[in-house]
């Protein structure tokens, strides 16, 4: 068995202007939201986070969605009516506790230039008022680009999320207000270990217009994609880039410059063109709204008609742009720089006239 490596030809040469049908293991995607804060809680029994989020898509619907983070790993998900929720998809926690949508009064999350004003309440299923309410008037320039570290405590991910907020802040704690209470319970904001610029903050951030974008959620067959060599074509909600060759030089989702890409070296083949018996291995990187985030290795192996594909993820985020408070924080707390290293996906194409994928997001030891 051979192997052809990311400086050898890999493809016989395609005339140009030939209509291609590419044959793709991958899908790219980005899940719009339009704010989110999330509310870090000290010493209560029960809880340690809750976040409200906002949509206003044609994908996620239109209202409010509240996740409760247990202690142990589980969530909670609550949203009102006209908010659409896919449980089979949901890339969050260790597994999902109350599940239900619920009438949520007040809902409000609206983040301006002048302030940041959070008011939710809802009743949980097991009977109690919960409600969230936090205010803070904001002076001066705010926000820091940061990778939210969602995908490190996911056990069995359903796909590879990738949360990139490109100016999150912190709830200042002078001048800020808040009340917080579960029941008969009152909620006691976590504070941040650090100073935020020379100022105190609770551990309660915020963003408007984060990206949010994935890779390889469930699927059971390969995208397949008709277009001229070299050249683009849409798909499935992303943009695929060929080469002359007819290998894929990159993909995409979303306009810029909020958007996500996944750039291949050498280009990714089309697995209708790979040889019998030979691997072929490669690299990969992903950048969202211009910034590097993560990437790693890509090896392909045609046995017949079925393909065997590994996509390996091996490089950590390296943050730009954070003040020095959080360059510290990032480094002390390894995972929020290494956690998209500790995943892989394996997959199985079979190639035909109606070609199946099947294939699985794992976390390494």
Same mark, same amino acid.
């Given at each position: ?5 990311? @400086? ?48 206003? %898509? ?25 908010? @659409?929720?896919?449980?089979? &998809?949901?890339?969050?926690g260790?597994?999902?506790? %109350?599940?239900?949508? &619920? ?7 609206e ?12 009743? %949980? ?41 490109p ?8 001048? =800020?207000?808040?009340v ?11 504070s941040f ?11 309660? #951030?915020?963003? =408007? ?7 390889n ?14 050249g ?5 909600g ?8 007819? =290998?894929?030089?990159?993909? =995409? ?19 209708? %063109? ?13 950048r969202?709204?211009e ?17 065997s594909?590994?996509?390996n993820?091996t ?5 730009s ?15 929020? #720089?290494?956690?998209?290293t500790?995943?892989?996906w #394996? ?6 006239p ?8 794992? #976390?390494?030891?």
């Amino acid at each position: 068995m051979s192997i052809q490596n990311q @400086h050898t030809e890999q493809h016989h040469l395609t005339p140009e202007n030939t209509l291609l049908t590419i044959v793709l293991p991958m899908k790219l995607g980005i899940e719009p939201m339009e704010r989110l804060l999330v509310a870090s809680f000290k010493g209560d029994p029960e809880f340690e986070m809750i976040e409200p989020q906002v949509f206003d %898509d044609t994908i996620n619907g239109t209202g409010m969605r509240i996740l409760r983070y247990r202690k142990g790993g589980k969530i909670d998900i609550y949203w009102q009516a006209g908010v @659409h929720v896919d449980r089979t &998809t949901f890339a969050v926690g260790s597994g999902i506790s %109350d599940f239900t949508e &619920t009438t949520i009064e007040p809902a409000n999350l609206e983040i301006t230039e002048d302030n940041i004003d959070l008011h939710v309440g809802f009743v %949980d299923l097991q009977g109690r008022k919960n409600e969230l309410h936090i205010h803070e008037n904001i002076k001066g320039e705010r926000g820091f680009p940061l990778l939210a570290p969602v995908g490190g405590s996911v056990k069995t991910p359903p796909k590879l999320m990738l949360v990139f907020m490109p100016k999150i802040d912190l709830v200042r704690r002078s001048g =800020s207000f808040f009340v917080g209470r579960i029941g008969d319970r009152t909620l006691r904001l976590a504070s941040f270990p650090i100073l935020l610029n020379w100022c105190r903050v609770w551990f309660a #951030r915020y963003v =408007s217009m984060p990206i949010i974008g994935y890779l390889n959620p469930p699927m059971n067959q390969p995208v397949k994609v008709e277009l001229f060599a070299p050249g683009c074509s849409e798909v499935d909600g992303m943009n695929v880039t060929a080469d002359k060759n007819g =290998s894929v030089s990159y993909i =995409s989702a979303g306009q810029k410059p909020n958007h996500l890409r996944m750039d291949f070296l050498p280009s990714l083949p089309n697995l209708l %063109d790979l040889s019998n018996g030979n691997t072929t291995i490669g690299s990969w990187s992903i950048r969202i709204a211009e910034t590097q985030i993560t990437g790693g290795s890509y090896k392909l192996l045609r046995e017949g008609n079925r393909v065997s594909i590994e996509f390996n993820v091996t490089e950590k985020w390296k943050p730009s742009g954070l003040p020095l408070s959080m360059k510290i924080f990032t480094l002390l707390v390894r995972s929020f #720089r290494t956690w998209p290293t500790t995943y892989k996906w #394996r997959g199985v194409v079979e190639l035909g006239p109606a070609p199946t994928m099947s294939g699985i997001w794992e #976390r390494k030891k």
